[in-house]
Structures are given as structure tokens and as C-alpha cells.
């Protein structure tokens, strides 16, 4: 059982069918995820309890196959290398873990987004109701709070009714993040199950505890759950929250365009979040169909001049009289750093500081008319940001949750450590944490402009490419 942390290249010279005698499958690349037993010899494992839960006797094959795996990439050439896939994540026939002994703790950090909550509920119930774990801690305040805040004893019962709620009950924080101190903690405690939930940056420091974690040789799981409203995570299809995100931004959408529409030369100006990825901007224009104008940080753009956004404007105000512009928070930047002193302070999450884009196109594009001085326009800008994050998950977004939470249990039973869960073309897997968040993996996930998906933006709101 025991699992390599390197990924596993195997070829394989069999045919792929008898139509095809020449097509081969090879190339085949397994990213596996550390076990346990890498580094603990001798482990003890025990009968999945699930095989005894009168809720699961009616599902044919439930325990996943350990030779299970799914492709990053699912359109491939006949001819092509079948190329990365992921273990797939599921319950396992045995487990490292003997549900008594078990003593878990979970911890919610960085910004807020919808469905904390409900991946909390899911995670103790899973842990509770599937394999009888009746020891579960969460940590209060972020990364800090394994060294520095109180715990709170989480049962069923505690968070029966806490995915109706915004926010995490847990508390959230950026910073605090010191390797030494947390598995101190842990260690100290006795806990043997960490979940971790939060972006990008959480997961890269979710995985410097594993690895100190692996390097005392203790037997601890070691657990990410990806949360960012943003979608920019590499390899996994999305996120906890991006549903509701993408929904939400639907109401602000909603607003410029009535605002936008009730007025001579109207135009509605929202902000959504997306300081390195465009992909709720992108969305919610689709969604929305009453966007004129998406503008994201992958895609530039500039303001004067033949092509320019400006005469975008004018022009659509003079076809139909009102318009819709979404922005994302970290477009335009280089514009913005061109006429403005660049701000260089971070804040406490480690990222740089921006200067509002939003305020900023809505000067420009008030200051461009005032020019003309023969055309009035009448703009209003939206905000929504903390609107978004701080609403409950919608039911796409809590039926996700559950799955990634279950999911994360599974993982963690079955001894598998220092990972991500996540969904590949709709199947959750695990995915090692130097995969989707490590030094190999600097570039989030970003909208690709030469991709099908912003074509179809670009034929939805006749925008130019700029």
C-alpha cells in the first residue's frame, strides 16, 4: 500500500481496440499522493466501517479501486500520451486509522467565501455519522490559532445548522502561519487529522506542515480543501464558493443594468473579485447576457485612441443609449500604475495592495465626457465584493461541499497525506499539495483568452478584443 510522493510514469503498449492497431496507449503519468506508510513502516490497518453502514448497503461497488485514477486532461488525440492523472478520491476498503483513536481539528483561513460553513458541517459529519469519529476540535482564528486562540469542541449537534450562515463559525485571519509552532500544537494535542481550508497561499503553507509533519515521523493526515471565490487554484475545475460568487454577481449585474437602462446615456459600472484571474467576471457576463463590456486581468486594454475603451463606449452609447461594464479588481492595472504612483505595501495576506479599478475606470470615463461636453452621461458604480463573500452557499455550491468534504475524510481514513482535494472533469481527486500549490506550480489558474470560453464572451457582448 505503500505510495510514492514523485509522480509514477508508466508505459503501456497494449491496444487501444482492434479498430485501431496502431494506436497505443503510453505515456501514462500517475501524481500520487503521500501515504502514511511512506515514512511509518508497519502501520496497522483496519476494515472501512462503511461496510457496515446501513446507508451505503445499497451502493454496488462503493469502495473506490486503488488503481482508480483520472485524467487532467480528458479531450486527447487517439494517438497522444494518455498523459497526468490524479488518484481518484473515495472510501477505501481499509484504513490506517481506527475510528477511536482518531482525534481530528479543522481550520478556516484567509479571506471569507461562501461555503465554509457547510464544508465544516460535512466534514465532522462525515467523520461522525461514515466512520464513527467522535473527537473533532476546530481552531479558532486562522493558522495563529493552533498556538495562540481557543478551540471548540465540534459535534453534529454544534453544527447541525450552521451551513444557513455566511462567514465561518471557526473565525478566519491571514498571517500567522509559523511551521514549528503549529505541529508543536498538534503534536501537544494529539491530533492525527488536519483539515485545512483556504486559497492558494494556505494550501502552499498547508503543505509546509506536512512536510515538517512527515519529517518527525508523525502519523498524521495532513489535509487541503481549496477555497478561493477567485476559481485560480491550478488543475481542479473550481472551488468552493464560485457558484454562489458567480450568482450573487448576477444581483449587482442586475442593478447597473436597471440603473443603467433608467437613464439617458446610462452606464453601470460593477467590480468583481479577480486580483490575478478573471474567471467570475467571465461567468457572470455570460450569465448575465446584459453585459457590454468584460474587462479582466488576462485580457489588456487600453483607453484612448482608435479601438481604444473609451470609443467602445461612445459607440455602444450611441447604438442603444446605456451600458453594462464588469471589471475585475485586478484589470487595468498597468494603466493604472502608468498614471498613479505604483502602491507597493501588502497587506496581511501577502498580496500587494490595488488601488480601487473600479473608482478609477469611473473617473476616467466621466472625466473622457466631460471633455466631449456633448454628450451627459449618467454612470454608477457597484461594489459588491463583501456583499459576495460574506453570503451562505447556494444548493450547487452545498452539494459540492459535501462531496469535497466527504471526499477529504476518505482520504484521510485511507491514510493518504499532504494533499488537495478537488474536482478533474467532475471527479474529486487527490491531488499532491506540490502539484496544485507548490514551488512547481508558481502560476495560478488564469481564463485563457484563446480558449472557446471567452470567444463565446467576446460573440455574447460584441466587445472588441482590445
Same mark, same amino acid.
Given at each position: ?129 461514515? $466512520? ?41 485571519? $491571514? ?25 492558494? =497561499? ?37 472551488? %468552493? ?38 474567471? @467570475?467576471?467571465?461567468? &457572470? ?10 474587462? %479582466? ?31 475585475? =479588481?485586478?484589470?487595468?492595472? =498597468? ?29 476616467? @470615463? ?15 458604480? %457597484? ?21 469535497? &468534504? ?61
Amino acid at each position: 500500500m505503500a505510495k510514492s510522493n514523485s509522480a509514477v510514469t508508466v508505459s503501456n503498449n497494449n491496444m487501444l481496440d482492434s479498430a485501431t492497431p496502431h494506436a497505443t496507449v503510453s505515456g501514462f503519468v500517475l501524481e500520487d499522493v503521500p501515504h502514511l506508510s511512506d515514512y511509518i513502516p508497519d502501520l496497522p490497518t483496519y476494515p472501512d466501517p462503511l461496510q457496515d453502514n446501513p446507508s451505503y448497503s445499497v451502493v454496488k461497488q462503493y469502495f473506490v479501486h486503488v488503481d482508480d485514477t483520472v485524467a487532467q486532461q480528458i479531450v486527447v488525440h487517439k494517438n497522444s500520451p494518455r498523459g497526468i492523472h490524479f488518484r481518484r478520491a473515495g472510501p477505501a476498503q481499509k484504513v490506517y486509522f481506527d475510528s477511536e483513536e482518531v482525534h481530528a481539528c479543522i481550520v478556516t483561513c484567509g479571506g471569507l467565501c461562501p461555503g465554509l460553513n457547510t464544508v465544516i458541517r460535512e466534514i465532522v459529519c462525515g467523520l461522525y455519522h461514515m $466512520y464513527g469519529v467522535h473527537k473533532v476540535l476546530g481552531i479558532q482564528g486562522g493558522y495563529r490559532g493552533f498556538y495562540s486562540r481557543n478551540t471548540v469542541p465540534l459535534t453534529p449537534k454544534v453544527v447541525n445548522d450552521i451551513h444557513k450562515r455566511g462567514g465561518t463559525i471557526l473565525g478566519t485571519s $491571514y498571517g500567522g502561519h509559523d511551521t514549528s509552532r503549529i505541529v508543536d500544537s498538534i503534536q501537544d494535542r494529539g491530533i492525527n487529522q488536519v483539515y485545512i481550508l483556504g486559497g492558494y =497561499e494556505t494550501q502552499k503553507e498547508a503543505a509546509m506542515i506536512f512536510e515538517e509533519i512527515r519529517r518527525r515521523g508523525m502519523k498524521v493526515a495532513v489535509v487541503g480543501i481549496p477555497k478561493t471565490i477567485d476559481n485560480d487554484i491550478p488543475v481542479i475545475d473550481k472551488s %468552493i464558493g464560485f457558484d454562489t460568487a458567480v450568482e450573487e454577481a448576477q444581483r449587482a449585474i442586475n442593478s447597473a443594468h436597471v440603473e443603467a437602462e433608467s437613464n439617458e446615456n446610462g452606464i453601470g459600472l460593477v467590480k468583481l473579485m479577480g486580483r490575478y484571474s478573471g474567471c @467570475i467576471a467571465m461567468y &457572470a457576463t455570460l450569465a448575465s447576457r446584459d453585459v457590454d463590456c468584460c474587462l %479582466i486581468p488576462e485580457s489588456h486594454f487600453y483607453l484612448e485612441g482608435p479601438g481604444g475603451l473609451l470609443e467602445f463606449i461612445e459607440k455602444r452609447l450611441k447604438e442603444q443609449g446605456h451600458m453594462v461594464i464588469v471589471i475585475a =479588481e485586478g484589470a487595468g492595472l =498597468e494603466l493604472i500604475s502608468n498614471n498613479l504612483s505604483v502602491m507597493t505595501k501588502q497587506d496581511v495576506s501577502a498580496d500587494k495592495l490595488l488601488h480601487d479599478v473600479g473608482l478609477w475606470l469611473s473617473q476616467k @470615463i466621466k472625466d473622457h465626457f466631460a471633455k466631449l461636453q456633448k454628450m451627459t452621461i449618467n454612470l454608477k458604480y %457597484i461594489d459588491p465584493t463583501y456583499m459576495i463573500r460574506a453570503i451562505p452557499s447556494n444548493a450547487s455550491d452545498n452539494v459540492f461541499c459535501t462531496l469535497l &468534504a466527504q471526499s477529504a475524510v476518505h482520504g484521510a481514513m485511507a491514510g493518504y497525506t499532504g494533499f488537495t482535494v478537488g474536482p478533474v472533469n467532475g471527479r474529486n481527486c487527490y491531488i499532491p499539495f506540490h502539484v496544485s500549490s507548490g514551488d512547481s506550480c508558481q502560476i495560478k489558474k488564469r481564463v485563457v483568452i484563446t480558449d472557446r470560453m471567452w470567444a463565446r464572451l467576446l460573440a455574447s457582448t460584441h466587445q472588441p478584443s482590445f
